[in-house]
Nanobody, 124 residues
Framework: VQLQASGGGLVQTGGSLRLSCRASGCTFRMSTIAWFRQASGKDREFVVGIFRGTTAYYGESVKDRFTISRDNAQNTAYLQMNSLKPEDTAVYYC???????????????????WGQGTLVTVSS
C-alpha cells in the first residue's frame, strides 16, 4: 500500500487549503482513512477520519472548519481546511488501515500505512 499526500503550503490566517491523499495497492473504499498532524515539538494529533468509508469523525480543534471527503473511484481522500489558524501549522499526514476497529481510530500507532507528510504553514 502506498499513500501520496499533497496540497500543503503557506496561507494566511483565515485562509483555506485542500490536501489530497491518493492511495494505491489497497481496497480503498473499505478502508479507514484519516489525517493526523504533527506540530514541531508535539505529538502526532488525530485531525479527522472516515471509518471504513462510512462515518467521519473529527478532532475537537477542527470541527466546523475542516471537512474530509473521499472519491473511491480515484482512490483519493481530501481534507478541506477553512478558517485556518496559526495553531493549525503542522506537517499533515494521511494514514490508512484496512482492519482498524472504530475504537482505535484516533490512535496513530494503529495505522499500518502512512503518507509522506505535507507541511501546512499558517501565518498570523
Amino acid at each position: 500500500v502506498q499513500l501520496q499526500a499533497s496540497g500543503g503550503g503557506l496561507v494566511q490566517t483565515g485562509g483555506s487549503l485542500r490536501l489530497s491523499c491518493r492511495a494505491s495497492g489497497c481496497t480503498f473504499r473499505m478502508s479507514t482513512i484519516a489525517w493526523f498532524r504533527q506540530a514541531s515539538g508535539k505529538d502526532r494529533e488525530f485531525v479527522v477520519g472516515i471509518f471504513r468509508g462510512t462515518t467521519a469523525y473529527y478532532g475537537e480543534s477542527v470541527k466546523d472548519r475542516f471537512t474530509i471527503s473521499r472519491d473511491n473511484a480515484q482512490n483519493t481522500a481530501y481534507l478541506q481546511m477553512n478558517s485556518l489558524k496559526p495553531e493549525d501549522t503542522a506537517v499533515y499526514y494521511c494514514a490508512l488501515d484496512e482492519r482498524l476497529i472504530l475504537s482505535s481510530m484516533r490512535q496513530a500507532d494503529q495505522y499500518n500505512y502512512w503518507g509522506q507528510g505535507t507541511l501546512v504553514t499558517v501565518s498570523s
